[in-house]
């Protein structure tokens, strides 16, 4: 299984940005899937999450803000951030293979990609 992120960047608060996480190895149809971000000195937290049907669960800090999608026809889920704020930089990963419990907690996930970087700054 490999799950390979892309799209972070560095944008202004107020900005946008579309995180990627293309996935192979795995029946992704079938896969809960989470975007999860993890600050220097802080534990990864989740982000948002997706269930196999496409039902869809935020984290209070991002709902609104944030959308989370997946394209099963090209194996891959977004993460649309629009309204930065300066809170939100951090290192934003994608996990699949949702094992049950809590969506938003990263123990429940089986597979993770390496992460891309997401910093907001003026």
């Known amino acids: ?62 709902q609104g803000r944030f959308t989370l999608s997946k394209d099963n026809t090209a194996n891959t889920v977004y993460l649309q951030m629009n309204s930065l704020k300066p809170e939100d930089p951090a290192m934003y990963y994608c996990a699949a293979r949702y094992t049950g419990g809590d969506r938003l907690r990263w123990a429940n996930y089986k597979y993770w990609g390496r992460g891309t970087q997401v910093t907001v700054s003026a």
Do not use: H
């Open 1 to 62: 299984v490999q799950l390979v992120e892309s799209g972070g960047n560095l944008v202004q608060p107020g900005g946008s940005l579309r995180l990627s996480c293309a996935c192979s190895g795995l029946a992704f149809d079938e896969s809960g899937m989470g975007w999860f971000r993890q600050a220097p000195g802080k534990e990864r937290e989740g982000v948002a999450s997706i269930e196999r049907a496409g039902s869809t669960r935020y984290a209070d800090s991002v």
